[in-house]
């Protein structure tokens, strides 16, 4: 069973930086899609960024040009590098990988960012 495993959550105060990773325990083959996600106390969880085999991304309009998704394909890991932080983000956020046979989820790293 592969797993993702996250680091480079925390707590960092408002206008800090931090820097996701998500590697997975088990090379993945044949991935379409690396993204993160967050979910936030109360509300339903939403697309932070992704990014294709292709090298083509995508942000939600409240991290663009703050946030930047990268993948290393020979590695099986997507990072998240985070400048810029607004209280706002802070949320538990989640790493996604899907391919052609499954989607697979990590268990989530608690980002807070302090006023």
């Known amino acids: 069973q592969v797993q993702l495993v996250e680091s480079g959550g925390g707590l960092v105060q408002a206008g800090g930086s931090l820097r996701l990773s998500c590697a997975a325990s088990?090379?993945?083959?044949?991935?379409?899609?690396m993204g993160w996600y967050r979910q936030a106390p109360g509300k339903q969880r939403e697309l932070v960024a992704s990014?294709?085999?292709?090298?083509?991304?995508n942000y939600a309009d409240s991290v663009k040009g703050r946030f930047t998704i990268s993948r290393d394909n020979a590695k099986n890991t997507v990072y998240l590098q985070m400048n810029s932080l607004k209280p706002e983000d802070t949320a538990v956020y989640y790493c996604?990988?899907?391919?052609?046979?499954?989607?697979?989820w990590g268990q989530g790293t608690q980002v807070t960012v302090s006023s």
């Open positions: 088990a090379y993945i083959f044949s991935i379409n899609t």
């Open positions: 990014v294709l085999s292709s090298g083509s991304t």
């Open positions: 996604n990988v899907v391919n052609m046979w499954s989607t697979y």
